[in-house]
């Protein structure tokens, strides 16, 4: 069963564009709402995480925006970069549980 | 240690062979992960250790697959009898907190 789904499963846009990866969770008991980048070779790095008390976090070009009631999450990369291109994933927690999206690649082309 | 590392960072062995992947997690984290990536896929999660409590080896996709943490540090996956579905990618992760993992650059697994 995927306790978290994720979409779009791949996503190419023109430097400086703003791509969105959506994620969406069914149990109200996951209370932390990660990000992972994965280049390739490499293993997945967190890149920003929200609580479900707030509904939008920002740290440099990233931003999480949280709907509580909707269960939806989402990550907007803005001015996006050729260097942001990599593997999205988002992640759910809560008692210790750990799940994670499906993943996104995401190329940014030059 | 600064950071997760697994050994060997790449294993090809032959279909029937058993292997040790290790994990050495990040000094004082007490959550420990272990997930499955194969090519261009997401993360299959296999098994999860916390502190001293029973592991949560729901995971894990066959009697073939097994893993202990010793002292509540180093962890090792142990695949017997391998086969070619067995080629991926086996990530480690470890955790003080619970909240933010960190997960080591994984170990390459071909089975030929």
């Known amino acids: 069963q995927q306790q978290v789904k994720q979409s779009p499963q791949s996503l190419i846009v023109q430097k400086g564009g703003i791509p969105i990866i959506n994620c969406a969770y069914e149990n109200t008991a996951f209370d932390y709402f990660p990000w992972y980048q994965q280049f390739p070779g490499k293993g997945p790095a967190l890149l920003i995480a929200i609580r479900p008390d707030v509904s939008e976090k920002k740290e440099g070009r990233f931003t999480i925006s949280f709907n509580k009631s909707a269960k939806q999450f989402s990550l907007h990369i803005m001015d996006s970069q050729p260097g942001d291109s990599a593997t999205y994933f988002c992640a759910v927690t809560g008692a210790n549980n750990l799940f994670f999206g499906t993943g996104t690649r995401l190329t940014v082309i030059p | 240690g600064a950071g997760v590392s697994q050994s060997p960072s790449n294993k090809v062995t032959e279909k029937g062979k058993d292997v040790e992947l290790r994990c050495d997690p990040i000094s004082g984290h007490t959550a420990l992960y272990w997930y499955r990536q194969s090519l261009g896929q997401g993360l299959e999660f296999l098994i999860y250790f916390q502190g001293n409590s029973a592991p949560d080896k729901s995971g894990l996709p066959s009697d073939r697959f097994s893993a202990e943490r010793t002292g509540g540090s180093v962890s090792t996956l142990t695949i017997q009898r391998t086969q070619q579905e067995d080629s991926a990618v086996y990530l480690c992760?470890?955790?003080?907190?619970?909240?933010?993992?960190?997960f080591g650059s994984g170990t390459r697994l071909t089975v030929v």
């Open positions: 992760a470890s955790s003080h907190r619970g909240l933010d993992y960190t």
